[in-house]
């Protein structure tokens, strides 16, 4: 009788595993051993995972978005694990996520379309907190890689120190009294051409979109992914940002005028060509940028500011349907005792650290057990914490109606869509816990005189019990 034979992969040393066997295998094979047992998959797991992030990573900093939000469409974790990866440049980066990638490359539309693969049902708090705190590193501490043997640290791609005065100076030497040609052609080939060949890849999409750069653009649209270039010598459209480009060392890439038949030309000779309008777009996109990733977490228009950081307090789905269901359970359990208990006890604490506070009225307290509640509770508690939640509404309406019409006055589409939503969320939001604040005592007040009054729902049982009433 032939036994089914299994090689002992948990036999090896670790070593071997991770470091040697793990170069060769691709994560499709490794897919596979893990389902020939249970002690493959669990041994091999962590390699296995190792590559899907590598291959994850690889696919961002390349900017192959259909790749990336399909990648994280089957595992949404992947969006905030870090890992190692060399970009397009040859930077390497020891430990940085992809939203991390995104945020020190200034890629607006890169870390857009990252958060757009999460679903609506999924930023939940955990996970924006990790995206919040990982918008602070890059802010506050910066990114860490290694180029060409040295460690920098950088809390942004360096377009200053790099294009903008490659740029800069091949324009002074071309505008010099007696300008030296050896010299403004090497500057061009090796210094432009060199800073061109450090891009993030958001940046050779821009000089290759169909945006020119005169007038100077606002870089509002996404440009589309390419990288490919009219060779003047051969009339040829050649992909000029390829690892065996000769970008930096024979030729730079001039955005040029609308005269050039795509807008974008590769120049080697010394054809003393003006760099100016170059000069101002990269200038532009630099600012334009560093708005952007300042606008990401401080403007309450900003996804990241909303879904993190929630400085005007839009109430949640889950808050609302407590809401409701105290305002629809009328006996035992009543509205504002429903949802104070929510907002300390819930799963969904929303609020929970406004009204868990000593220091905001008498009747509020650190409570570290339900019943500790229900021996202070009263029904002036409902309408207060109600009360201070319709002020913070009204307070997150003022402010979008002001943002609305700088929104409009600016011609900022994707922002006045953004605060007409959340002014129509802050308005409903006031209107209902107005009206819960009204109800709310009457409400009480028969709770307590018709004590027949019972608990209707399963998730309200109990909640009256042993409650003095201070009315």
């Not at 590598?54 to 990648?71: G, H, I, N, S």
Request: charged residues 25%.
């Amino acid at each position: 009788m032939n036994e089914k034979f299994e090689f002992p992969f948990n036999e090896l040393p670790k070593d071997l595993l991770e470091k040697e066997l793990g170069n060769y295998l691709d994560p499709s094979h490794i897919v596979r051993i893990r389902q020939t047992s249970k002690a493959n998959h669990t041994l091999f797991k962590p390699l296995g995972d190792e590559k899907k992030l590598t291959a994850f990573l690889e696919k961002a900093v390349r900017r192959e978005d259909d790749a990336v939000q399909k990648m994280l469409k089957n595992d949404l974790s992947l969006l905030c694990k870090r890992g190692k990866v060399t970009d397009c440049s040859g930077r390497t980066f020891e430990n940085i996520s992809a939203f991390e990638y995104m945020l020190w490359a200034l890629d607006k539309h890169g870390w857009m379309m990252l958060l757009d693969c999460i679903p609506k049902d999924k930023m939940n708090k955990e996970l924006s907190k990790e995206l919040l705190a990982q918008y602070n590193k890059v802010k506050n501490t910066g990114v860490t890689y290694t180029f060409n043997g040295k460690e920098i640290t950088e809390h942004h791609f360096d377009f200053e120190n790099t294009i903008i005065k490659a740029l800069q100076d091949y324009e002074d030497m071309r505008n010099a009294p007696n300008p030296d040609f050896n010299s403004i052609d090497k500057q061009w080939k090796e210094c432009v051409g060199g800073a061109q060949k450090l891009f993030p890849m958001h940046v050779v999409y821009e000089y290759c979109s169909d945006e020119f750069f005169v007038p100077v653009p606002t870089f509002n649209s996404k440009p589309r992914a390419d990288s490919k270039s009219l060779i003047q010598e051969t009339n040829i459209l050649e992909d000029w940002f390829s690892v065996d480009s000769k970008l930096g060392s024979d030729f730079a890439i001039h955005r040029g005028n609308r005269w050039f038949s795509n807008g974008i030309s590769v120049v080697s000779s010394q054809e003393m060509l003006s760099a100016e309008d170059d000069l101002a777009a990269m200038k532009k996109l630099c600012e334009i940028r560093t708005k952007d990733f300042t606008d990401l977490a401080s403007a309450p228009e900003s996804r990241l500011s909303i879904s993190c950081s929630n400085p005007y307090g839009f109430i949640d789905h889950e808050f609302l349907e407590a809401i409701n269901a105290g305002l629809l359970h009328l006996g035992g359990g009543t509205a504002g005792q429903f949802v104070v208990e929510q907002l300390l006890f819930g799963t969904k604490k929303s609020g929970g650290l406004m009204v868990n506070n000593p220091a905001n009225m008498g009747f509020f307290q650190s409570f570290s057990k339900r019943e500790d509640l229900l021996k202070i509770y009263s029904p002036l508690t409902a309408p207060v914490v109600f009360g201070i939640l319709a002020a913070e509404m009204m307070y997150g309406f003022i402010v979008n109606t002001s943002l609305l019409h700088v929104s409009a006055a600016t011609s900022n589409v994707d922002g006045f869509t953004q605060n007409a939503s959340d002014l129509q969320k802050c308005l409903f939001n006031m209107i209902v816990l107005c009206i819960a604040a009204l109800v709310s005592p009457i409400v009480n007040l028969i709770d307590i005189i018709g004590s027949g009054l019972n608990t209707i729902s399963d998730g309200l049982e109990g909640c009256c019990t042993d409650r003095p009433s201070f009315f």
